[in-house]
Each structure stands twice: as structure tokens, then as C-alpha cells.
């Protein structure tokens, strides 16, 4: 049986709205990019540095090797420049050195922000004095390991990157600088006793690094602009095209599936219409026949062939209007609106009254039926209705199927440990194969009636029954075998539901 779930309400009965599904696509795919642009910028600002110092070194280097090559140049002519035209020596005070300080001092007057400056722990003029950052670069320095040293900082107020190289001492350098030790130069200053390959100095780089940064920030600016367009794109894409793939043909297929459950709310109400004035047409002549035929038979009229025939009219009265309930029964499952009601079931009473239904029945067809009923059985809480016309169709589809010479038998039993109680109808009729189990409980389904021309029916009841008895909390099961009768357990619980609303299985 089939169980149906409140639905969620709202105070006015409406169901809760929800966005539509392009803005609720949008709205994704938005987190998604605004999420794609965070971890972008994150990773932007952490590389910013890093691609920053890497263009600040790279022009330091060459800055670095531009002097450098001025240094060297100047000590290839340094002869030229010191020997007059008549081969006399006169030292003009042009060296390389000096070139290289002056040639530095023009560079850093004539740029904005650059600085390049030659300096030493031992300088022989104070503007040769090293600052805080040049003592750490001679430091690093000293020992020939590294060639430069560099950091990014702050200098006069402004980010740069300071730039230190190694400048070792070489021939050209020995010949004042050199031994020995504390004799005068062409300069007037003691030498330093230097050999060749000591740290003469350093060249000292200051590169201002605020363009470059101003460059990654708009790079940046610019790939998050991108990223921006793109968004409004794919969202503006999205949207459309969402509303002409997905949301057009949904709400065309939505509003079909209305108008088909329109067209079923109709058909339904046309339903119940043909079932009330079935109910009426049908039952209502079929139950005066069988009163007629009740009060004809209680007659003395003496003629046997009459009776007989009076009782056939009978019979096949009753039988129809059994289909008739079990037809109207069923559509009434079928849609919902077989309502259980809860009262006090005597199944002693249940079982007068089939033995007084199918006794003489059973005895016109040469049947033996018994019914029987443990002691320990108590009264039910259950629907009386029901019950009855489940053991009603359980009763009558073993008597339709056993010959004449054969039995039924209807038993009551409790089952204590699951709180039931359990009915089995068993019979030694015609039985039914295994594969045909549960087929027997389908609408309309009758296996083996093609070979029994003197079987009625509609294929209604035990479905019926079956669908009844899980409404009210049981189940019917059968065992059985062909040529050896069939068994249908009926197992009902002591407290059934109360205001149950049938429902399909």
C-alpha cells in the first residue's frame, strides 16, 4: 500500500516559490567567479613581488654591467690617457676608478630615483662611507662565495630595490691599492697591501621599483575588468540560453502536464458521476431482484421447475451484484477515496454470517464448508465493511474453484507475538501454479479460468481483498500447488488504522 505524505503549506495553501532556474544557474555561476577572482587576486598580490624584484634585478644587472664596462675601459687607456704626445709621463688624475665614480654621479643626478655609487669599509673620501645596507652587502660579500647582494626596501621614502656586486681587486687596482703596505700612491695615499682577487669595494645600485609596481597593479586591474566582462557574458549567455533550451520547453511541458491533470481532475469527476449512478442504477434493481427472488422461493407454489428457476434468478443476481461491489470497491481504492472507519469487529460475527452466505451455496454444489473460530480471539478494532468483503471474496473464489466432493474450510487464529489475528480460507480445488502468485492479485488477471467454463468472475475480488487487508494494516498471502488446493492467509491486526483514506498498493 502506498503511502502519501502531507505536503508543505503555507497560511494561504500556496507551495513555496522558488527562484527561477536561470537566476539560480546566474547566481552560481557568479559565486563561482567572484570566487575564481579572489583566489586569482590572492596569488596576483603574493607573485606581485616577486615579478616586481625579478624586472628590478634585471635592470640593475645591467646597470651594474654598463659601469663595469666603463670601469674596464677606462683601464685599457689608462696609458693614453696619462702618457703626453712626447712620450712623457703626466698622470692627469683620470683613472678608472675616478671615472667610474664620476661617470655614477652624473647618472644618479641626471635620473629619477636611480642612485650608483662605489664604496668600502675603508674609503679614502667620506662620500665613499658605506650606509647600513652597503655594510651588510660588504659582509655577505667578503668572503668571494656570492657575487651581489640585493633586498627590496625602502630608500628616502621611496620602494626600491638596492643592488650590491663584488669588485675584486685586480692588476690595474695593485698599483695603488696594493704592496707595499703604507707606501704613498701617484694619489698621495698610503696603499692597502691588496693582492689580487680581494674585495676592493662594492658598486652600490639603488633602482626605484614604484613604476613596475604601478605596472603589475594595473595588469591586474585589467585581467579583474576581463574577468568582470566575462562574467556578464556567460551570465547574460547563460540566461538566454536557459530560458530557450531548458525554461521555455519546461514551462510549455508544464503547462501540457496541467492540462492533462486538468483534463484528469475531469475525467476523475466523471468518474465518481458514473460510479455514484452505477452504484445507483445497478445495485439498487439487482438488490430488488434478490428480495423478490428471497420472498418468491418462501412461497408454497408446488411446481419444482419454478423454483429452480427462481433460484437461478437468485443466485446469478447475488453474483452480479458481488461484481458489481467488488468493480465499485475497486475504482473506489484506485482513486483514493475508500475511507476506512474504526469501530469494534466481532469476528464471530464475520464468520456467522459467511457460513450463513456460503453454507447453502456450498451445499447446492456438493461442497463441505466448515468454519471455525479459536476462543482466545478478542474483539478487533477494525473496519467491519472491509473485513467483510475481503473473507467474502476470499470465500466465494474457493468455493468457485473446487469441485463437487471437495471442502473449504475457513479458520480463525491469534497470533499473540504480532498482535493478529490470522484467517486462513483453504480449499481442495483446482490449486494454482507458483509462477501465478501474485499474478492472481492483479486487476483482471485469472489464470487457469479458461479451463473451467463453469467459473464466473471478473478478476476483481482478490486483488480487491489483497488491497483492502494492506489498508487495514494486514496482508493476504497464498500457498498453493496445482491439483492440491490452495490456502489464502489473511493476517489482520488487533488495532487497525483509524480514518484511513485508501489509497493504490
Known amino acids: ?141 667578503n668572503d668571494g662565495t656570492a657575487l651581489e647582494y640585493y633586498e627590496l626596501c625602502n630608500y628616502e621614502g621611496a620602494p626600491v630595490l638596492r643592488y650590491a656586486s663584488r669588485l675584486n681587486a685586480d692588476e690595474s687596482c695593485l698599483k695603488c691599492h696594493g704592496a707595499p703596505r703604507g707606501e704613498l700612491d701617484e694619489m698621495g695615499f698610503f696603499k692597502e697591501g691588496m693582492v689580487k682577487g680581494d674585495l676592493a669595494g662594492i658598486a652600490s645600485i639603488v633602482v626605484p621599483i614604484e613604476s613596475y609596481r604601478l605596472d603589475a597593479q594595473l595588469r591586474m586591474a585589467a585581467t579583474l575588468a576581463l574577468f568582470l566582462l566575462l562574467l556578464v557574458v556567460m551570465v547574460f549567455v547563460i540566461q538566454k540560453g536557459l530560458k530557450h533550451w531548458v525554461t521555455g520547453p519546461m514551462a510549455d511541458a508544464n503547462e501540457k502536464l496541467l492540462q492533462a491533470n486538468r483534463e484528469l481532475e475531469e475525467a476523475s469527476g466523471l468518474r465518481d458521476e458514473f460510479l455514484a449512478t452505477i452504484s445507483h442504477e445497478l445495485r439498487t434493481p439487482l438488490s430488488s431482484i434478490i428480495a423478490f427472488t428471497d420472498l418468491w422461493a418462501g412461497k408454497d407454489t408446488g411446481d419444482a421447475g419454478q423454483r429452480e428457476l427462481v433460484h437461478q434468478v437468485g443466485q446469478n443476481s447475488k453474483v452480479l451484484l458481488n461484481m458489481v461491489n467488488n468493480m465499485i470497491d475497486t475504482a473506489r481504492v484506485d482513486s483514493g477515496k475508500y475511507r476506512l472507519v474504526s469501530e469494534e469487529v466481532d469476528l464471530v460475527d464475520e464468520i456467522v454470517d459467511l457460513r450463513a452466505m456460503a453454507g447453502p451455496l456450498a451445499t447446492r454444489k456438493g461442497i463441505d464448508f466448515a468454519a ?46 504480532h498482535q493478529q489475528a490470522v484467517i486462513t480460507v483453504a480449499d481442495t480445488g483446482c490449486g494454482i501454479a507458483e509462477e501465478d502468485f501474485e499474478r492472481i492479485f492483479q486487476k483482471f488477471e485469472r489464470p487457469g479460468i479458461e479451463k473451467r467454463a463453469d467459473t464466473v468472475g471478473s478478476g476483481l475480488g482478490l486483488g480487491l481483498a489483497r488491497n483492502l487487508a494492506r489498508m487495514l494494516g494486514g496482508d493476504i498471502t497464498v500457498e498453493s500447488a496445482i491439483g492440491h488446493g490452495s490456502t489464502f492467509t489473511f493476517t489482520l491486526p488487533l488495532e487497525g488504522k483509524e480514518n484511513h483514506e485508501g489509497t493504490r498498493s
Open 1 to 141: 500500500m502506498a503511502n502519501t505524505s502531507p505536503s508543505r503549506k503555507f497560511s494561504d495553501g500556496a507551495t513555496p516559490s522558488r527562484r527561477p532556474l536561470p537566476r539560480r544557474f546566474s547566481e552560481l555561476v557568479v559565486i563561482v567567479v567572484l570566487l575564481i577572482m579572489a583566489l586569482y587576486t590572492a596569488w596576483s598580490l603574493a607573485e606581485q613581488d616577486r615579478s616586481v624584484e625579478d624586472k628590478a634585478l634585471t635592470e640593475a644587472r645591467a646597470l651594474n654591467r654598463q659601469m663595469m664596462a666603463s670601469w674596464a675601459y677606462i683601464d685599457d687607456v689608462q696609458d693614453a690617457i696619462n702618457y703626453d704626445a712626447d712620450g712623457s709621463y703626466n698622470f692627469k688624475n683620470v683613472y678608472c676608478a675616478a671615472a667610474a665614480k664620476g661617470i655614477a654621479e652624473r647618472f644618479t643626478d641626471l635620473s629619477d630615483g636611480y642612485a650608483i655609487r662605489y664604496v668600502r669599509t675603508d674609503p679614502r673620501s667620506v662620500d665613499d662611507t658605506p650606509d647600513a645596507f652597503e655594510e651588510m652587502a660588504i659582509s655577505a660579500l
Open 372 to 417: 471455525s473460530i479459536d476462543s482466545d480471539v478478542p474483539i478487533l478494532r477494525s473496519d467491519w465493511t472491509a473485513i467483510h468483503t475481503i473473507l467474502g471474496n476470499l470465500v466465494a473464489n474457493a468455493l468457485s474453484f473446487t469441485d463437487r466432493g471437495g471442502s473449504v474450510c475457513l479458520q480463525a487464529t491469534l497470533d499473540a507475538a
